[in-house]
């Protein structure tokens, strides 16, 4: 059974279908080995999107800066922004394994056994962060496109959220294909956030792979993420 959820770890396409729970268990028997076959692999989303953050904030300020990473997994961004001057950081992840490996790290105040998946989750308040990251987290099985309004709710207004995208999810990924950047654009002219810059790399892991990172300012305290849902559910 155990190759099976590693192979199903290391093979997208395999998680298509899979119930959320049954995503979460195949990174929690994954946990144990997954910084280091990120790291064989020359992962670099996470350094990007780390770079992003702390060419917002000033060095000064970043100990004080609330962050929230979503899709937290076993720390790897957190650590890269803890390196960076960064000390209040939670996680964010459906994983009890990821979990576990990343509270060995000691970077994070908090950690969320949680999904996020458009759902209002009832632990954190409206306008909790300054910052919310986001690193390997858009793909299949992962987070849907309906979890970007509850991620800005959790947002204060002028705060920022940083997140990599490989190039390849948009027209790959069955739901994000004309889901995932109207859903954005929508936000936008609705006035929930307003996009500050898009950088691209060409090297997201295994030396290629192109994507892009997303940084975006918070405009909204709260918004109507049902609105959203509603739009997307006809855009299959």
Not at 11 to 32: L, S, Y
Not at 64 to 74: E, H, Q, R
Not at 127 to 137: H, I, N, P
Not at 172 to 188: A, C, D, G, S
Request: glycine share 8%.
């Amino acid at each position: 059974m155990a190759s099976t959820r590693n192979d199903t770890f290391d093979n997208f396409d395999k998680r298509d279908g899979m119930t959320p729970g049954q995503v979460a268990d195949v990174f929690t028997n994954a946990a144990g080995t997954y910084d280091k076959v990120w790291t064989i692999r020359n992962y670099k989303d996470h350094l990007y999107v780390a770079e992003g953050v702390a060419d917002y904030f000033q060095e000064d300020r970043r100990a004080s800066v609330k962050i929230l990473d979503v899709a937290a997994g076993t720390g790897m961004l957190a650590e890269q922004l803890w390196k960076k001057g960064f000390r209040q950081l939670d996680g964010l992840d459906p994983s009890p394994g990821m979990m576990a490996e990343a509270m060995k790290k000691g970077v994070y105040t908090n950690y969320y056994l949680e999904f996020m998946d458009g759902h209002t989750i009832t632990e954190l308040d409206t306008d909790t962060y300054d910052c919310l990251v986001v690193a390997a987290g858009f793909n299949i099985g992962l987070l849907p496109s309906a979890a970007l309004p509850e991620m800005v709710r959790l947002v204060k207004p002028g705060g920022v959220m940083c997140f990599g995208i490989p190039d390849a999810r948009f027209t790959e990924v069955k739901e994000y294909i004309n889901r995932l950047e109207p859903l954005m654009q929508w936000m936008e002219q609705d006035g929930a956030w307003q996009l500050l810059d898009k950088k691209h790399f060409e090297d997201f892991y295994d030396d290629a792979n192109p994507g892009l990172v997303f940084r975006y300012i918070v405009r909204a305290s709260d918004i109507d993420g049902k609105q959203y849902i509603e739009k997307l559910c006809h855009t299959h």
